[in-house]
Structure formats: structure tokens, C-alpha cells
């Protein structure tokens, strides 16, 4: 019993400080949407930093340790939030986990660099290195009580207790009782929505980030004495707290925070009690991965099927149309002069680092299919390489040639590729890339540790093959070898993209449902794609393994992996040549700049995790850059399509696009003038002008497709138009973002509820209506919220919570208030509650642009109609003006003269 | 171009290159060794020199010294007049960062660009330019912790071959001097506590028929402390080992780790009140003594080395310590890192001088066969016994009251047979 009770005691260490990283990462996580890969190396820095000024320097611990956490950490947080964070939220999910794995490296870099130039500036710096028994905040070395029979505590576990309860009350009043809390989880609620209600999502972004970067501070500085000032250990202490933040969904900051705990505990009584396991070499190891692996195959929520499209975007084809010669050519030629080089102008070290980085490009070539064609981002594709080469390796010493090792090590390497695509079916995105993760670290510290398969620290020499007169002991014969290899699987991959079965991997990428519907398996098109992806890695990595003639266990760990996989996506992972050019800035870009920029080792690696910030930018890759943005200048540059004649359009000609000629009519609201807008090239609206003026209704009437949301989103600043102009009370808002459009009082309700469902009652009407007399009154007026107040608002019925978003206006009218379908889905008797809310607000003078697609009930409230068809106002008139057959051919698109006209006369305003 | 044309374009360039690549190679697959009387990286003056040396890491564990080490021996051979009117050209370590593939490209630059005739020290967890390197035939010197110092031809441990080759043979160092620590080794029970990998086991397994060789119960010997990052509770290793002695606390606890492990485990043992004995390989390092932490926690313990002490008065220790200073221009903490370079500098030095004003590869490895000396820092060393096995020779030295005592001299002892 004692023992239990001291494994759970001191399995709470790790767990507070498991719960400190844990709560972090959900807090940035929610913020942003960014898996944090760098908190554990920020928590390093923090602890080096602490390092530095408490034990060099002689600084006080505790003020010390009060700067870092409270200053310090939240400004780094900050920086990185304006620097990359901020910017990422907007790109692909590779783009966002590879930009963090960047920081991973460099951030502990750039600290140790700091200490370098210290020293060298003669500052009394301690070397970061070789630095045991560190002190921590409390007493060095730790004091510690006997509490009974083999259960003791020290100060620093103490202190390590105490301080996560604090944090833990405070964070919770904070979030609870503040009105900067209650903004926080709104924006983890829904962050567009926030936007639309006038907070700035990215200051409160900010705000989360500087909040999750103390906290990882705090758990560095506290985790000091344990893990000393290995950026490694840390790293890998944050890859397990991600258990605890899948445990909270990545939402949940209570749940992260006591899974976080349970965690420490369940790792500690696993290692006290698993004797069972003493034959099995690596198993204790293994516990933290073995509990996330298992904790995200339980818990991760099964990911939608459909929509994963928007979340990675693919890039537009610049050279779409153009001839084989154009597309292929470059690359053609590059390769001939590189084979040409190597047996003229490269000097034998040349030679070999060329040839290592053929080798690497095998390697890499395999993430364009798991990541480039898949969108699924595999972190083992190291564990296929080293999975690969011991086989091979194995077999080899056996007596087997060359040939027929590779054979067997490429399918060994294919059929781990099997076993990793297991959790791909159940998992994507971020939970798939840490679920990949850990069963990269499951194969280092298990199933590599098997003797006979590793064969100790000697592994197995791989000699370089001899096919008859081609000795590839020669590196450069190595080299042409592996670039005919390269050009092969290029060719292979790009031919295999343009098949039915390419076609197939893309719509599970960007359609699961759809693709299943139309009879691709997803499962076994997932499955094809890790085995196919494992089984080039496992053939790579049998190469590569031949240049360096021998392969051991620790040769490519998954930390490797994981660089890899941010190397290639730096590059470009939609193209497979871009995956060549990785490999051979990977094995050159090193040795350039140890030979022509920096003696630092530091350096190169600081430099290596900028490719984040360039990624925050160019989602597509360094490689690709300068072509996509050409391409995009093009085609927002290359004219609309045509479209068929109308009368708006002559008019277009008149007038310049975009001049600030334009002046609104006087008592307009909100006028919208010429605007045409779409997305990514795509255009939806073709000159919509539209004047809203106070205490009237406009309703805006049209098909699906009409372009009614995009006219919206327009008015309220989340879409910035191509051309033409949006003015607010006659002045021009066309470069105000929804924050300041909201703050100024034009609100937009979005389709769907505009509500917070996450928070109470009384919650979403606090955002609106800060002082509590106003919340009283809308109490007071609707008696059904009053009596559910501390509900949350997502238990409400459809009804009840269009009502609840409607409310407070009531109470504060705004403006403007653009309100998207606020009919949709709702019974009609509540829909005239609603039609009867709204007409209260235009009472008390608010401009209402009401868009619907029912006209029915509609026409009954608003004071004009404008027909929006095919992205143009094809009529707009007064409400006593519409005709039924007129309402009829809006619908159906038909355009005929008169209505022209009409158009003309109304649009140009009175 | 149609598909077809395409493909058949794509095999016949393939074709062309890998046919190209024939008729080069059977040319130019000479190795990088000697070519008529003139070695690489020789001249009439000099000798160039080079190193690796795991020096930024990720681990926040570093070789760096290794580097001041061999300069500091170097600087004294060139002050002395060089190896046979030679002086050496030491261009400095190469910094490998642990990484396995940056030590086989350190290894090739020092070679194919900067022409060295050798490569001391090279100390580093990973060895993965051995292969290049003995192809290559450069003499390269280090630290024997890695089975590429046994075997090849070319590569040799400062201190030998410290990784037991079944067939071969277990230095008692450790274990006698143990047992002289503790009054003998009859009757003494002893726990051995590993990390849980399969280096782990591998020490376990050495480990444990050692100590029983040298007569001692081992009544605990297990591979199962979590090897990735140190346990914050080591309550589940010590109740089973203090309860491991028919129920009582073994004799001597011998612990195979690292240092921030055995800073954990000694610390939670001595909670306890153990009163036994506490041993590791790896604690020698004067700068522990600077944290009142790892002071605190090693105090009382026996480390074993594997070259003279510090706190040794010999002759050979004060020239090093003289010598460290002259190189570093100030006085700075000793530690076993400088050691490791400053022999695997003197071990080549010695070869060198025994190879004679010819220098070339060949007559280098045939002055290292049957090379042989006695009373060095390492003790007393032989080859190509040595790249086979260890040299046999440690101390034990206690930390007491906030310095190293020396607790068993240093002395070369014969080794077992390892089965």
C-alpha cells in the first residue's frame, strides 16, 4: 500500500509539469490552431536561461525565476505569435506542424548561440553543456522529509506541487471570472465569430500564445533539477504531456490539466509494476509512447469524412498547359549536368556528399506520397529506413546478394508501412502525425532494440553493391547510380499521380465521402499510400545506407524522422523533384555554409527553422515560391471571364474600377458600390452595387449560388472585394477589417447561429452586453433565457438560439446588421419571432440587410427587395414594386430587357 | 513528345549514364592510401592532423575538451621538436553533434579535402565514419567506447577495445578494484542497475559475469531504467533492489548509467539510509564537484576510471596537467574528456616516432604491430592487443567531503575470457 501511495505521490511530479506543458498546448492550440511542436523547446530555453543568470550570473532564483516566467516566455510567445503563428493559422496543416518542427531545432540553437557570443563577448557564462544537478528555485541540493515508510518528499517536488496548484486556480479564475477569460474561450469557441462581434481574434491569439509560452517557461524552470538542459529530453517530455492534450481534446483545458496529472501517475505506477515485461528489452522506455499512441487511438475524435479540402488547399498548377519540354525540361537538363559533373568538375569529397544527398532524396521522394498526394503526415518515415536497412543488412550477412536484401528490406519496410497506416484510418492531421510519431519512438526503443536485428552498436555492414563492371564503391559511379534511380522514381511518381490511381489518392485527399461515394475505397486507398510511401523510404534508406556501407540502430532515429519531414515540406512536397532539390540542399547547405558563411554549428540550424517562417508565407515551399506567386499575379491580374452581356456591364466601362469617385446617398448605412469578388480566382460577384439606409430593411433575395453569402462576407470585411468599394456611412471601409467594421457597428450574423455554443447563456450575452442592468433586461423581456442562464448555449433549440443572438442587439442596436439566412431551419412559428425581432431593430433605426432564399415570408418585412442572379443586382426595387413572375425569373436567372433597365434606374439611387 | 518516345528517351539516357559510370569506375576505384613513397597529408615537415569530436549536441552532453586535450599534447610534441624532425599540423576538431551522419561527413572532409595523414582523437556515441575511414587506411585514435575501435585494421582506443567482443575477453579493473574497496569480494553481495535498451542489457550481461568472476553474489543485475529521460520517482527501482539480498540491501550497489541517472538513483538510495557501497564508470568529472546537487549525491561513491587519476602525484600527471594549462593559457577544470584527447594524441605520437623519418601509411601500421609500452597514463599499453581488447588498467577514486580521493590505485589487471 506504501508503495502505491509513493508511486501515485511522486508520479504527480511529472504529472504537474506534464499538466503545465499540456495546458499550454491546448491553450495555443485553441488560439490558432497550431500543434505546438516547439513548447518543450521553449520550456529548454526558459530552463537555460534560468541556468545562465541563477548559477552564472548569481541572480536571485526566485525573481529570476519570476522574470522569465512572467516577462520573458510571454514575449517570446508574443514574437513568435506576430512572427509566424498568426500567419500559419491561415495555411495547410503540413505547413503549420512542419513550421513548429523548424522551431523545435531552432529555438535551442539560437539559445545555445546566444551563450556562445556571450562567452566570446567575455560575459561569465556556464557552458550549457555537461551541466548535472542543476538547482532549481528551491534549496540546492533538495531537502526532504521521511513522510512514512518508503514514501518521501523532496523541496523540489514540493515546490513543483504547490506552484501547478496555484497556476491551476489561477488560469481557472482567470478563465472563469475575467471578461479576458470569457473572450479567450469565445475565441476557442468559434474564432470567425469573434471576429464579427468586434474582438480582435488575433490580439486574443496573442494573448493565448504569451499565456501558453509562460506556461511552458514555468514548467521548464521547475523541471530544471529533473531533466537538467537536454533540449532532447525536453522535447521528448512535451511529446508525451500531447497525451494529456488529446485527453482534452485539444479544447479542454480542465481535462488537459488532470489527464496531465493522471498521466504522470499511470507512467509511474506502469514502471513500478512491470515486472512482466523484464524480458522484453525497451518496454519501460516505451511506456509514455505506448500510453499516447493507445490515448489517441482511444480518445482522438473521429475525424470528419468530409471537408478535409479546405484544410489543406491544394496549390495552384502553374505550369498547367504547358508542353512536356517546358515542364520537364529543366529538370532534364539538370540532371545531365549533374551526372556530367560528377565525372569532371566535383572534387572527390563533392562527389560523396552529391551522392548522400541522391540518397536522401530517395528517402524523401517517399514523403510526396504520403504527404504530397495523401495530406497525411507521417513522422516514421525514418523507422521504414532503418526497418529497411537492417533487414537488408541482416540478410546480407547472411550471404544474400545485394539485390534480393534490398528486395526483402523495401517489403519489410512496406509492411511496417501497413501496421503504421493502421491508425490513418481512424486518425488524421494532427493526432495521425503524433500517433506516427509514436510508434516511431515504439520501433526505436522496441522493436530496434532487438538483438539479433540490430546486432549491438555494430549493425550490419551494407557494401556497395557490384553489377558486373559497374563498381558503385566508387562514389561517383554511386552517384550516377542513384541519379538514374532518382529520375526513375520521379518519372514513376509523377506517372502514378496522373493514373486512376492517383486520381483516386487525391479525391480521398480532398473528399473521403465524396471519393466513397463514388466507389474508391478510402481505406485501401490509404493503406496503398502508407505502403507505398514505406516501402520507397525502406528502398531509400537501403541505399543510403549503402553510401554510408553500414547500418546501425541509432543511425536514423525518429528525431531524424521528424527534420526530414520539415526539410522536404521547406522544399515543396507537392512535386517529387522538389523533394531531389531537399535532398541535395539537405546534404550541401551544410558544409556551403561551414565553408563560406559561420564556423557556429548553431547557425545553420537557427537558419534551418526560419524555413518555418518562409513557410508561414509560402505554404507551397521555397521551391515553388517564385512561380506560384507569378502564377497568382497572373491570373488576378489576366481578366474576368467573359460573361454574358448585361446592362451592368457597359456600365463597368464607364467608370474605372475601384476609383473613390463614388459618393453614397445621404442617409445610406451601407452602401456597397461595384464590387466585384471571389476566391482564389474564382470569381462570384460581377459588379454588385447596393445601398442599405437607416431604419429600413433591404432584402436580398436569390438562388443557391447567387453569390448572397459572398455579398456578406463582402459587407462585413471577411472577403476583400477585387474591385469596387464598401462604405460606411459614406465613408470608405474598404480597408477596415470585420474587427473595426464590427466596432463601428456594422455586425454581421452569420448563417447558422450566430452564438457562442460552448458558453453559457449568460456568457454570450456578457460579450455583448458587458454591464449587467442591460443583461437584466433582456432577461426581463425574454424569460425563457433567464431561467436557463448558466446553460450552455449549444443545449438551446435552433429557435432559442437565433433569439439569443438577436437579443442583446435589441438592447444595443447596432448600426448595420447583416443577418445571412437567419430564417434557416427554423420552424415557422419562430421565424415570425424572429421577422418580428428584426423589425423592432429597423424601428430603432438600424440599417438591416436581410439576405434570404424563402421570399415568402420576407417580403412581408422588408421595405425593398434587390434580386441578386449569377453574382449582379438584377432588379431592386421598393417592396409594393415586385411581381410574382418578375421574383420568379430572378430565380430562374432569366434577364430580360425591362428588368435591365429597372435595374439601372434603382441601383444608380434615387 | 508521346508517352511512349518519352519512356524509351528516359531508358536509353539511363542506359548511356550507368554504361559511362562502367568504364569510369573499374578506373578509378583505387583506394585513397599511398602512391609512390609520399603519403597523404605528409611533407617533408609536417604531418597533418585532424579530429572529430561530439562538441554541440542535442543532449546537452559534450566531448568538447577532448579538442584542448590532444591540442595540449600536440603543442608539446611540436615544442620538443616533432615526431622524427616532423611537426604535427593539428587543424583542430571536427564538431560532429552526435549525429551519425555528420561524423561520416567530418570524417570524409578531413580526408578527401583536407588531406590528413590521421585522424586523433575522434570521441564521439557515434562512430559511422569507421568504414570510410579504415577504407581510406587512416590511423584513427579515440575512445574505444564503440565496437568500431575492435577490429579494424586502422582504428584504435586510446585505452583499447572497451566493448567486450564474445570470444574475447572482461577487464577486472572495475571489479578488483572493488574488491579491495571492500575488503575483499567473498560473501559481498552486489545489485547492478542498467537503462532499458539493448546496451543496457548488453552491460548487464557483461557486467553481471564479472562481478561474479571476481567473486561477488550478484543478487540483482536488471536492464530497467527508462533510457530516454530520467525518472522523476525512483521509489520502483530501489524497494526492489534495497529488498534484493534474500530481503536485505545488497553489499554494493554498481550502477551503468550516465551521470544524470546515477545522480537520481544515489540520491533516492541514500534517502533511504543505504549504507552500502555505491559505484559507477562514469562520474569522474571534477565539475560535478561544482554543483552542491551532484555533490551531495555522489559523495561517498567509488568511480571507476580507466587512466590515472588526477589527484595522482606522478611525474607523466603534473607534465599533463602543465601541459593542459600551456594550451588552454589559464588553469581550468580537468576532466576525463581532455584525457581522451590528450592520449589518443600521445598514442599516435608514440607510433609515429616508432614508424620512423619514412612515413608513409604502411610503414605506420607496421610500427603499430607489435607496439608496446609501459607506464603511461593509460597504463601500460600494447598492440594490436589492443584493438581487441581493453588495457586492463583502472583506479577507483572516491568523492569525500567535496574532493576525489583516490580509493584503489591505478593498475593493469589480467582480464577473463568473455563467454
Known amino acids: 500500500m506504501a508503495d502505491l501511495l509513493g508511486f501515485v505521490l511522486s508520479g504527480l511530479v511529472s504529472g504537474a509539469l506534464y499538466a503545465l506543458l499540456a495546458t499550454g498546448l491546448v491553450l495555443s492550440y485553441s488560439a490558432s490552431g497550431l500543434f505546438n511542436f516547439a513548447h518543450g523547446a521553449t520550456a529548454y530555453l526558459c530552463a537555460l536561461a534560468f541556468h545562465e543568470l541563477h548559477s552564472a550570473f548569481g541572480w536571485p532564483a526566485v525573481p529570476t525565476a519570476l522574470l522569465l516566467v512572467c516577462v520573458v516566455a510571454p514575449g517570446l510567445g508574443w514574437g513568435l505569435d506576430r512572427l509566424m503563428f498568426r500567419k500559419l493559422a491561415k495555411v495547410g496543416e503540413t505547413a503549420q506542424i512542419v513550421a513548429t518542427i523548424g522551431l523545435l531545432v531552432a529555438l535551442p540553437a539560437l539559445g545555445l548561440w546566444i551563450v556562445e557570443l556571450l562567452e566570446q563577448a567575455g560575459a561569465p557564462v556556464q557552458p550549457a553543456e555537461n551541466q548535472f544537478g542543476l538547482p532549481g528555485v528551491g534549496p540546492s541540493p533538495a531537502v526532504s522529509w521521511q513522510l512514512m515508510d518508503g514514501v518521501g518528499v523532496d523541496s523540489d517536488q514540493l515546490?513543483?506541487?504547490?506552484?501547478?496548484?496555484?497556476?491551476?486556480?489561477?488560469?481557472?479564475?482567470?478563465?472563469?471570472?475575467?471578461?479576458?477569460?470569457?473572450?479567450?474561450?469565445?475565441?476557442?469557441?468559434?474564432?470567425?465569430?469573434?471576429?464579427?462581434?468586434?474582438?480582435?481574434?488575433?490580439?486574443?491569439?496573442?494573448?493565448?500564445?504569451?499565456?501558453?509560452?509562460?506556461?511552458?517557461?514555468?514548467?521548464?524552470?521547475?523541471?530544471?533539477?529533473?531533466?537538467?538542459?537536454?533540449?532532447?529530453?525536453?522535447?521528448?517530455?512535451?511529446?508525451?504531456?500531447?497525451?494529456?492534450?488529446?485527453?482534452?481534446?485539444?479544447?479542454?483545458?480542465?481535462?488537459?490539466?488532470?489527464?496531465?496529472?493522471?498521466?504522470?501517475?499511470?507512467?509511474?505506477?506502469?514502471?513500478?509494476?512491470?515486472?512482466?515485461?523484464?524480458?522484453?528489452?525497451?518496454?519501460?522506455?516505451?511506456?509514455?509512447?505506448?500510453?499516447?499512441?493507445?490515448?489517441?487511438?482511444?480518445?482522438?475524435?473521429?475525424?470528419?469524412t468530409a471537408g478535409t479540402a479546405a484544410v489543406d488547399a491544394p496549390p495552384p498548377d502553374y505550369l498547367a498547359g504547358r508542353s512536356w519540354g517546358r515542364r520537364w525540361g529543366p529538370w532534364a537538363a539538370g540532371a545531365a549536368l549533374l551526372a556530367i559533373a560528377f565525372y569532371t568538375v566535383t572534387t572527390p569529397f563533392w562527389s560523396g556528399i552529391l551522392a548522400q544527398g541522391l540518397a536522401v532524396s530517395l528517402v524523401f521522394l517517399s514523403f510526396t506520397v504520403v504527404t504530397g498526394l495523401g495530406a497525411m503526415v507521417s513522422l516514421a518515415q525514418a523507422t521504414f529506413v532503418t526497418g529497411a536497412a537492417l533487414v537488408a543488412g541482416l540478410l546480407m550477412s547472411q550471404g544474400w546478394p545485394f539485390l534480393g536484401a534490398t528486395l526483402v528490406g523495401t517489403c519489410a519496410a512496406a509492411l511496417l508501412g501497413a501496421l503504421v497506416a493502421l491508425p490513418a484510418l481512424r486518425l488524421g492531421g494532427r493526432s495521425l502525425a503524433l500517433a506516427t510519431l509514436a510508434l516511431a519512438f515504439l520501433a526505436d526503443q522496441v522493436l530496434f532494440q532487438t538483438g539479433w536485428l540490430r546486432n549491438g552498436d555494430t549493425g550490419w555492414a551494407i557494401p556497395r553493391p557490384v553489377f558486373g563492371p559497374v563498381d558503385l564503391g566508387d562514389d561517383r559511379a554511386l552517384g550516377v547510380a542513384l541519379l538514374v534511380l532518382v529520375a526513375a522514381v520521379v518519372a514513376a511518381l509523377s506517372a502514378l499521380r496522373n493514373s486512376p490511381t492517383g486520381r483516386a489518392m487525391l479525391a480521398v485527399r480532398s473528399a473521403p465521402a465524396a471519393a466513397m461515394a463514388s466507389g474508391v475505397s478510402v481505406v485501401r486507398t490509404k493503406l496503398l499510400l502508407f505502403t507505398l510511401s514505406a516501402g520507397l523510404a525502406g528502398f531509400g534508406g537501403v541505399m543510403y545506407a549503402s553510401y554510408n556501407t553500414r547500418i546501425t540502430a541509432t543511425d536514423f532515429t525518429a528525431m531524424t524522422g521528424l527534420i526530414w519531414l520539415a526539410v522536404v515540406v521547406a522544399a515543396g512536397v507537392r512535386r517529387p523533384q522538389f523533394a531531389v532539390v531537399a535532398g541535395l540542399v539537405f546534404a550541401l547547405a551544410p558544409h556551403l555554409i561551414a565553408d563560406y558563411v559561420t564556423e557556429s554549428a548553431h547557425l545553420p540550424v537557427i537558419l534551418f527553422g526560419l524555413a518555418g517562417l518562409a513557410l508561414a508565407n509560402d505554404p507551397d515551399g521555397y521551391c515553388a515560391a517564385v512561380s506560384v506567386r507569378r502564377h497568382r499575379h497572373r491570373v488576378s491580374s489576366s481578366p474576368a471571364p467573359p460573361l454574358p452581356e448585361s446592362p451592368a456591364d457597359s456600365r463597368i466601362a464607364d467608370r474605372p474600377p475601384g476609383s473613390s469617385s463614388y459618393a453614397a446617398e445621404e442617409d445610406s448605412a451601407l452602401t456597397l458600390h461595384e464590387i466585384h469578388a471571389g476566391y482564389d480566382g474564382?470569381?462570384?460577384?460581377?459588379?454588385?452595387?447596393?445601398?442599405?439606409?437607416?431604419?429600413?430593411?433591404?432584402?436580398?433575395?436569390?438562388?443557391?449560388?447567387?453569390?448572397?453569402?459572398?455579398?456578406?462576407?463582402?459587407?462585413?470585411?471577411?472577403?476583400?472585394?477585387?474591385?469596387?468599394?464598401?462604405?460606411?456611412?459614406?465613408?470608405?471601409?474598404?480597408r477596415q477589417t470585420p474587427v473595426h467594421r464590427s466596432r463601428e457597428g456594422v455586425?454581421?450574423?452569420?448563417?447558422?447561429?450566430?452564438?457562442?455554443?460552448?458558453?453559457?447563456?449568460?456568457?454570450?450575452?456578457?460579450?455583448?452586453?458587458?454591464?449587467?442592468?442591460?443583461?437584466?433586461?433582456?432577461?426581463?423581456?425574454?424569460?425563457?433565457?433567464?431561467?436557463?442562464?448558466?446553460?450552455?448555449?449549444?443545449?438551446?433549440?435552433?429557435?432559442?438560439?437565433?433569439?439569443?443572438?438577436?437579443?442583446p442587439l435589441l438592447q444595443r442596436p447596432p448600426k448595420v446588421l447583416i443577418a445571412d439566412e437567419p430564417s434557416l431551419g427554423l420552424a415557422p412559428r419562430v421565424v415570425d419571432e424572429v421577422f418580428r425581432l428584426l423589425t423592432e431593430l429597423r424601428d430603432a433605426g438600424t440599417a438591416l440587410l436581410l439576405v434570404e432564399e424563402k421570399a415568402a415570408e420576407i417580403l412581408g418585412v422588408a421595405d425593398r427587395v434587390a434580386y441578386l442572379a449569377q453574382g449582379r443586382v438584377s432588379w431592386c426595387g421598393p417592396r409594393a414594386e415586385v411581381e410574382a413572375d418578375r421574383l420568379t425569373e430572378a430565380y430562374l436567372g432569366i434577364d430580360t430587357r425591362t428588368e435591365g433597365n429597372d435595374t439601372r434606374t434603382e441601383v444608380s439611387g434615387p | 513528345m508521346p508517352r511512349r518516345n518519352r519512356t524509351r528517351t528516359f531508358a536509353a539516357a539511363a542506359a548511356l549514364l550507368l554504361a559511362a559510370t562502367a568504364c569510369n569506375s573499374a578506373a578509378t576505384s583505387a583506394s585513397g592510401g599511398d602512391k609512390g613513397g609520399s603519403a597523404r597529408g605528409v611533407?617533408?615537415?609536417?604531418?597533418?592532423?585532424?579530429?572529430?569530436?561530439?562538441?554541440?549536441?542535442?543532449?546537452?552532453?559534450?566531448?568538447?575538451?577532448?579538442?584542448?586535450?590532444?591540442?595540449?599534447?600536440?603543442?608539446r610534441a611540436n615544442a620538443e621538436g616533432g615526431v622524427n624532425g616532423r611537426k604535427i599540423d593539428y587543424l583542430g576538431a571536427e564538431d560532429d553533434g552526435q549525429n551519425p551522419a555528420k561524423n561520416l561527413a567530418a570524417a570524409r572532409k578531413l580526408v578527401q579535402q583536407d588531406k590528413v595523414f590521421a585522424i586523433s582523437p575522434m570521441s564521439s556515441v557515434t562512430f559511422s565514419g569507421a568504414d570510410f575511414l579504415n577504407k581510406e587506411q587512416v590511423p584513427t585514435f579515440g575512445w574505444g567506447t564503440v565496437?568500431?575501435?575492435?577490429?579494424?585494421?586502422?582504428?584504435?582506443?586510446?585505452?583499447?577495445?572497451?566493448?567486450?567482443?564474445?570470444?574475447?575477453?572482461?577487464?577486472?579493473?572495475w571489479q578488483k578494484g572493488l574488491a579491495e574497496v571492500m575488503g575483499g569480494a567473498r560473501g559481498k553481495s552486489v545489485a547492478i542497475l542498467a537503462n532499458d535498451n539493448d546496451a543496457g542489457t548488453f552491460a548487464i550481461r557483461t557486467y553481471k559475469q564479472g562481478f561474479a568472476a571476481a567473486g561477488f553474489d550478484v543478487t540483482y543485475a536488471k536492464a530497467v531504467v527508462?533510457?530516454?529521460?530520467?525518472?522523476?520517482?525512483?521509489?520502483?527501482?530501489?524497494?526492489?533492489?534495497?529488498?534484493?539480498?534474500?530481503?536485505?540491501?545488497?553489499?554494493?550497489?554498481?550502477?551503468?548509467?550516465?551521470?544524470?541517472?546515477?545522480?537520481?538513483?544515489?540520491?533516492?538510495?541514500?534517502?533511504?539510509?543505504?549504507?552500502?557501497?555505491?559505484?559507477?564508470?562514469?562520474?569522474?568529472?571534477?565539475?560535478?564537484?561544482?554543483?552542491?546537487?551532484?555533490?551531495?549525491?555522489?559523495?561517498?561513491?567509488?568511480?571507476?576510471?580507466?587512466?590515472?587519476?588526477?589527484?595522482?602525484?606522478?611525474?607523466?600527471?603534473?607534465?599533463?596537467?602543465?601541459?593542459?594549462?600551456?594550451a588552454a593559457g589559464k588553469d581550468v577544470p580537468l576532466n576525463m574528456h581532455m584525457m581522451t584527447g590528450y592520449m589518443s594524441a600521445d598514442l599516435f605520437l608514440a607510433i609515429a616516432e616508432k614508424a620512423g623519418r619514412d612515413l608513409t601509411t604502411a610503414s605506420f601500421q607496421e610500427a603499430a604491430k607489435g607496439f608496446k609500452d609501459k607506464g603511461t597514463l593509460v597504463g601500460d599499453r600494447e598492440l594490436p592487443m589492443g584493438q581487441k581488447e581493453s588495457f586492463g588498467c583502472g583506479a577507483l577514486v572516491q568523492l569525500k567531503n567535496g574532493r576525489y580521493e583516490v580509493s584503489s590505485p591505478y593498475r593493469c589487471y589480467e582480464p577473463i575470457p568473455f563467454k
Open chain 2, 43 to 75: 611533407s617533408d615537415d609536417s604531418i597533418k592532423v585532424g579530429g572529430i569530436v561530439s562538441m554541440t549536441t542535442s543532449s546537452g552532453y559534450s566531448k568538447r575538451d577532448t579538442d584542448l586535450g590532444a591540442k595540449a599534447r600536440y603543442d
Open chain 1, 159 to 304: 515546490i513543483t506541487w504547490v506552484t501547478t496548484a496555484v497556476v491551476a486556480a489561477g488560469l481557472w479564475l482567470l478563465l472563469r471570472h475575467t471578461p479576458l477569460g470569457l473572450r479567450l474561450r469565445a475565441v476557442v469557441d468559434n474564432r470567425s465569430l469573434v471576429e464579427l462581434r468586434g474582438m480582435s481574434a488575433d490580439r486574443l491569439s496573442s494573448v493565448a500564445w504569451m499565456l501558453s509560452s509562460a506556461l511552458a517557461g514555468l514548467a521548464g524552470v521547475l523541471a530544471t533539477p529533473l531533466l537538467g538542459l537536454s533540449a532532447h529530453d525536453f522535447t521528448l517530455f512535451l511529446f508525451v504531456s500531447a497525451t494529456a492534450a488529446v485527453l482534452g481534446r485539444f479544447a479542454s483545458i480542465p481535462l488537459a490539466f488532470a489527464g496531465g496529472l493522471a498521466l504522470g501517475v499511470l507512467q509511474n505506477l506502469v514502471a513500478g509494476y512491470a515486472s512482466f515485461a523484464d524480458g522484453l528489452t525497451g518496454f519501460r522506455t516505451a511506456v509514455p509512447f505506448l500510453i499516447l499512441f493507445a490515448g489517441l487511438l482511444l480518445m482522438a475524435r473521429r475525424q470528419r
Open chain 2, 226 to 326: 527508462p533510457a530516454t529521460s530520467t525518472p522523476s520517482d525512483w521509489s520502483a527501482y530501489t524497494k526492489e533492489i534495497l529488498r534484493s539480498d534474500g530481503g536485505k540491501a545488497p553489499d554494493a550497489v554498481v550502477s551503468v548509467m550516465q551521470t544524470p541517472y546515477n545522480i537520481g538513483l544515489f540520491t533516492a538510495l541514500k534517502r533511504t539510509g543505504y549504507q552500502g557501497v555505491l559505484t559507477d564508470p562514469t562520474d569522474y568529472d571534477p565539475g560535478l564537484l561544482a554543483k552542491s546537487t551532484s555533490r551531495k549525491a555522489l559523495d561517498g561513491v567509488h568511480v571507476l576510471l580507466t587512466f590515472e587519476p588526477f589527484e595522482s602525484d606522478s611525474a607523466r600527471m603534473k607534465q599533463f596537467k602543465a601541459d593542459i594549462r600551456k
Open chain 2, 147 to 173: 565496437p568500431q575501435f575492435c577490429g579494424p585494421e586502422y582504428i584504435y582506443g586510446f585505452t583499447g577495445c572497451l566493448v567486450p567482443m564474445p570470444g574475447g575477453t572482461l577487464t577486472q579493473a
Open chain 1, 682 to 734: 474564382a470569381p462570384v460577384l460581377h459588379g454588385v452595387t447596393l445601398t442599405v439606409r437607416r431604419g429600413e430593411i433591404l432584402a436580398l433575395l436569390g438562388p443557391n449560388g447567387a453569390g448572397k453569402t459572398t455579398t456578406c462576407r463582402v459587407a462585413a470585411g471577411l472577403l476583400t472585394p477585387r474591385t469596387g468599394q464598401v462604405l460606411m456611412d459614406g465613408r470608405d471601409a474598404n
Open chain 1, 747 to 807: 455586425l454581421l450574423a452569420p448563417e447558422g447561429r450566430g452564438i457562442f455554443p460552448a458558453l453559457t447563456i449568460d456568457e454570450n450575452l456578457t460579450l455583448h452586453l458587458p454591464h449587467r442592468t442591460d443583461r437584466d433586461a433582456v432577461y426581463e423581456r425574454f424569460p425563457a433565457l433567464a431561467a436557463r442562464r448558466t446553460v450552455g448555449a449549444g443545449s438551446l433549440s435552433g429557435g432559442e438560439q437565433q433569439l439569443l443572438a438577436l437579443a
